[in-house]
């Protein structure tokens, strides 16, 4: 499934539904915004480490996987009501950052902050 | 270009400048939802009525498209580093809401919203 | 109950039950933003008036007001570990946005956004 | 100051601003929700260990302050207008979760998180 299928998915959800009246960019941002802080409260309490093997885990790698569904949802839903292509927004601001954080800055910013200090977001 | 291709685009662009080091999914995650949070930024003081109409204001239909871009390059990092596909993980999560929330009893809901008051999350 | 003495309690909480091991700021932060999460959840499909009456649902209201007891829960604990007042990092920060955003010429961006569109955030 | 002093300098702040009219509790929820964010920017690439010592550096002490400032005003007013005493409501849900998790059951479970795996949520 592609994710022009996806967003096509969830919208006909949506319609059958009669929940497009709900479907506001602001309501579906703030739902996005819901759906992420779920995310974090099932990384909270690991460590950095602990994160990076949580599928490993069958039952919160379930959970985990669940939220990331919600996540993707959302965003796509956002996507179409705002008549956005998520993939092709990434796409140009990646090419932004690339223009922003040359490679031998960042590389040398890397090394500084694993030593000492995190980047400036 | 697919999700795929971003995903890699995205993970080039991670390795080229050494901070595949920070994109644990604890911190990933804490990024992803700190690009939401610019997003509601952007959103907060609209009307539901005003934020449908965004993107036809140039100024800030480009600040809430760069904001999607993030969003987008956060979750497809994090998918990637948790070995997740994320289109496939928010299908099987729509089905599961499908039979949480049959039509019927979606659509009855709705009324009763419109009229009155929001659903439980 | 004073913020002082809210602190305490919490900070009792933690240590009773062995859990100041996991109360790092970058990990309450996200528990932070976990229960935001959890509020926005309450509000999302609300539009900006029927928010506005919402602790007049008993129901509805009771949730909201225990997810504002998570969240200052989480904020003073967040608080404590980084050593900040919080009540005076506000009152700082006050000062500093009243420097920033004059009474005069936030009025007239206010009447403008009624009209018109959004405040840059 | 007390909490309450600082929520009438937040409210005539407003007032003076005629920014009431944007101050409904779905909104300020939002603005809650995107200043939390900026603080998880902060503290993103930090390890837990690097976070705990983030006050004693003295630019990302400031920044982290600055962003404590503006989580409690968005925190004190939203309860203002919602008419809720976020302490209160705190000592509440303290006085819950204590009910929820006794010490003896919660010792026990950050015994077993610290050496495997983190809480369910």
């Given at each position: 499934m592609s994710i022009a299928e996806l967003?096509?998915?969830?919208?006909?959800?949506?319609?059958e539904r009669d929940w497009e009246q709900f479907h506001t960019p602001k309501n579906l941002a703030m739902a996005l915004a819901g759906e992420v802080g779920e995310l974090?409260?099932?990384l909270q309490w690991l460590t950095p480490e602990q994160s990076a093997t949580v599928m490993a885990d069958a039952e919160l790698g379930a959970r985990v996987r669940a939220e990331i569904g919600d996540v993707t949802i959302y965003l796509v839903r956002l996507c179409d009501v705002l008549g956005?292509?998520?993939v092709h927004a990434a796409r140009e601001k990646l090419?932004?950052?690339?223009r922003r954080y040359t490679?031998?800055?960042?590389?040398?910013?890397?090394a500084k902050i694993s030593a000492d200090h995190p980047p400036a977001s």
């Open positions: 967003t096509e998915s969830v919208r006909a959800f949506a319609q974090l409260a099932e956005i292509d998520p090419a932004d950052s690339a490679v031998e800055a960042a590389r040398g910013t890397a």
